[in-house]
């Protein structure tokens, strides 16, 4: 990331978690920031941000956080981002840009759209780039490089606005796309929310029968299973608001998934190895063309994040 000029600022974080200190690094990589305040509701996670450096100055009260800045970037769990929004609403300086990184859009819509006042723009965006680890010290700047950062602006919103925060996360690497929200919602809920459903539930399947194989489960499990155990052991709390969020949309999707392995089940059941064999070629077929298509994006670096969960406080 080369150093280029501010393209904000003061930008304003508010959470201090995997996403917000993910940004800070990759401002503070690319110099995007002139400044970076940063809220956390908790002593200890402000003090690990002045500690760490993702922060020019962190706040007690997300309302004195978001005071001059021209750029606030509402990084807590989507079910928090309504009374976060209440709090901020009267100390916005008119002009500037809120944005939230929430992984459900169109309730984050309805729940901050109300508060944002007349002369401030809001651009809401999700970064589809994560990891299964939490709080402060899991952020790096890499985490967007070649991810994609969908943004689904308002109908009549500030066309400058847009494209000003299109520029930041440019400039983080990522590849932004804009689209409306409930489309965002119900591409979501194919893409990530109800994998990371079925993972919920196929590693507390495993969790169940290891009672009776005595950790033969866990020890021996290969590699989708340990990809799957990797997804479940993310925040329960934005995941518990993701589909509290999500729910038509993940309900909908959730569905299509029981019927299709309804059929499979029966098609095990009847020994009927065409029905199988066609599913699956047919699914080869779909994951060769996403790799034909070089849509297969590198997956971030897992390995150097050396955060524990439950930091994200
Ligand atoms: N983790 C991912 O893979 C990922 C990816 C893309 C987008 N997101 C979205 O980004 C947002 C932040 O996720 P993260 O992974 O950085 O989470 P995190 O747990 O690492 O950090 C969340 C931050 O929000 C704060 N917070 C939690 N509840 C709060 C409340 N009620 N009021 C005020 N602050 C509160 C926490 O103290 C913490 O600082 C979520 O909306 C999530 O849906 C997450
Ligand atoms: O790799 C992971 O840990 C993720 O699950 C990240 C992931 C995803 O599903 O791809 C999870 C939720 C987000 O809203 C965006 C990205």
Redesign the pocket.
């Known amino acids: 990331m080369t150093a280029a000029a501010p393209i904000y600022g003061r930008v304003a974080l508010?959470?201090?978690?995997?996403?917000?200190s993910s940004m800070a690094h990759a401002m503070r990589a690319g110099g995007l920031a002139g400044h970076i305040a940063g809220h956390?509701?908790?002593a200890e996670?402000r003090a690990v941000a002045l500690d760490i450096g993702i922060c020019d100055s962190v706040h007690d009260t997300a309302a004195e956080a978001v005071a001059g800045a021209d750029l606030v970037v509402l990084?807590?769990?989507?079910g928090?981002m309504g009374?976060?929004a209440a709090e901020i609403a009267p100390h916005l300086a008119p002009g500037a840009t809120v944005t939230d990184?929430?992984?459900v859009k169109q309730a984050v819509i309805e729940a901050v759209g109300p508060h944002i006042p007349e002369g401030v723009h809001f651009v809401p965006g999700?970064?589809?780039?994560?990891?299964e680890h939490?709080?402060?010290r899991?952020g790096f700047a890499t985490l967007f490089r070649n991810r994609w950062w969908l943004l689904t602006p308002l109908p009549g919103g500030d066309g400058d606005a847009v494209a000003r925060l299109r520029r930041l996360v440019e400039a983080f690497g990522a590849n932004v796309d804009e689209m409306d929200a409930p489309h965002h919602d119900l591409v979501l809920a194919v893409t990530s929310h109800t994998p990371h459903l079925i993972a919920y539930t196929m590693v507390g399947v495993a969790d169940d029968l290891r009672r009776v194989t005595d950790s033969e489960v866990i020890k021996y499990s290969a590699a989708g299973f340990r990809d799957f155990t990797r997804i479940a052991a993310?925040?329960p709390?934005?995941w518990r608001?993701?589909f509290l969020t999500n729910r038509e949309a993940t309900l909908d999707i959730l569905g299509r998934f029981t019927e299709e392995l309804f059929a499979l089940q029966r098609a095990i059941r009847l020994g009927d190895g065409p029905h199988l064999h066609a599913y699956f070629t047919r699914t080869r077929a779909i994951r060769r063309g996403i790799i034909e298509a070089g849509q297969d994006t590198a997956a971030p670096d897992f390995g150097r994040v050396g955060a524990a969960k439950g930091q994200?406080?």
């Open positions: 508010i959470g201090l978690g995997l996403i917000a956390a509701r908790t996670t990084a807590v769990p989507v928090a009374a976060v990184v929430g992984s999700h970064p589809i780039a994560g990891t939490s709080g402060p899991s993310s925040d709390v934005m608001d993701v994200g406080d």
